[in-house]
T-cell receptor
Framework: GESVGLHLPTLSVQEGDNSIINCAYS??????FIWYKQESGKGPQFIIDIRSNMDKRQGQRVTVLLNKTVKHLSLQIAATQPGDSAVYFC????????????FGTGTKLQVIP | DTEVTQTPKHLVMGMTNKKSLKCEQHMGHRAMYWYKQKAKKPPELMFVYSYEKLSINESVPSRFSPECPNSSLLNLHLHALQPEDSALYLC????????????FGQGTRLTVV
């Protein structure tokens, strides 16, 4: 079946450094991706999304890159802060109607003060 | 108001009990979702309601019964659960049922004893 997965389960980053969280997907027909952040004890929070007609999208301190050739996307966080510590999920709405969203396995980001 | 409110936050129930989880949003969203999340795992979609009609049931056992009384409320009725049903149950809503920019509640931590 189709799946969305992550390369690194845990990432430790020094405060102030940039973080890069990676995600691989297998469905070449996927045309929309979302990144969510889940802090301990909370529900996931939307961070940024990207459609397949784009290679890059920037938000506040975050950038998502999409490489359709190798079916890979990444989330870059600039100047990582302690408040960025969380589990990050890439998520893939089904291209048939976008109601069914499949989450990747998640990467835990630990920010070292 | 950009919140999805879930009650209760914690619930312990026996295998013969009947209980209900509640979810409320006042953002005018027309799609609401139930997800199940086990520890250290990504959220897994259970049900989707779109315009108050059940549009997706991810082959969830009948001991879980969703209900959408109106566009602002979503319930999950629980009956004869098993210990393996213990998990964090997350409710989410989105504007148009497209799976985009879903807003999640903090979840109900359910323990079945």
């Amino acid at each position: 079946g189709e799946s969305v997965g992550l390369h690194l389960p845990t990432l430790s980053v020094q405060e102030g450094d940039n973080s890069i969280i990676n995600c691989a997907y297998s469905n070449s027909a996927s045309d929309y991706f979302i990144w969510y952040k889940q802090e301990s004890g909370k529900g996931p929070q939307f961070i940024i999304d990207i459609r397949s007609n784009m290679d890059k999208r920037q938000g506040q301190r975050v950038t998502v890159l999409l490489n359709k050739t190798v079916k890979h996307l990444s989330l870059q966080i600039a100047a990582t802060q302690p408040g960025d510590s969380a589990v990050y999920f890439c998520a893939e709405p089904d291209s048939g109607g976008y109601q069914k969203v499949t989450f990747g396995t998640g990467t835990k980001l630990q920010v070292i003060p | 108001d950009t919140e999805v409110t879930q009650t209760p936050k914690h619930l312990v129930m026996g295998m013969t009990n009947k209980k209900s989880l509640k979810c409320e949003q006042h953002m005018g969203h027309r799609a609401m979702y139930w997800y199940k999340q086990k520890a250290k795992k990504p959220p897994e979609l259970m049900f989707v309601y779109s315009y108050e009609k059940l549009s997706i049931n991810e082959s969830v056992p009948s001991r879980f019964s969703p209900e959408c009384p109106n566009s602002s409320l979503l319930n999950l009725h629980l009956h004869a659960l098993q210990p393996e049903d213990s998990a964090l149950y997350l409710c989410a809503s989105s504007q148009d049922g497209q799976g985009t920019e879903a807003f999640f509640g903090q979840g109900t931590r359910l323990t079945v004893v």
